[in-house]
């Protein structure tokens, strides 16, 4: 099984950084996705960006596409997530996941979830 853990999480005003860090115990095999979600108060969650572990391959939704930067370092078994010009609308409560098949980035489909990190951007 694998265990994640994520940091990184704070307030932050609009257009300012965040990185959000999710360190992993347990291999994370090479076929795996590693995805990023989050949560607003009273709200679905939502897919934020992923990676495919071994080849690198990223993909982002709409909303953070050339805002946010997913990345990897896999000798510490660890995923990032790099968030720039940070709007109200980015807060919630961030999530790492696992997808073991690395077939899907649907939240449903995903093994493995940390427990979270808030995000709060203040407007």
């Known amino acids: 099984q694998v265990q994640l853990v994520e940091s990184g999480g704070g307030v932050v005003q609009t257009g300012g950084s965040l990185r959000l860090s999710c360190v992993a115990s347990g291999r994370i095999f090479s076929s795996s996705i590693v995805g990023w979600f989050r949560q607003a108060p009273g709200k679905e969650r939502e897919f934020v960006a992923c990676?495919?572990?071994?080849?690198?391959?990223?993909y982002y939704s709409d909303s953070v596409k050339g805002r946010f930067t997913i990345s990897k370092n896999g000798a510490k078994n660890t995923a990032y997530l790099q968030m720039e010009n940070l709007r109200p609308e980015d807060t919630g409560v961030y999530y790492c996941?696992?997808?073991?098949?690395?077939?899907?980035?649907?939240?449903?489909?995903?093994?493995?979830w940390g427990q979270g990190t808030q995000v709060t951007v203040s407007s």
């Open positions: 990676i495919r572990w071994g080849v690198g391959n990223t």
């Open positions: 996941a696992v997808e073991r098949n690395g077939l899907t980035y649907n939240a449903q489909d995903y093994d493995y």
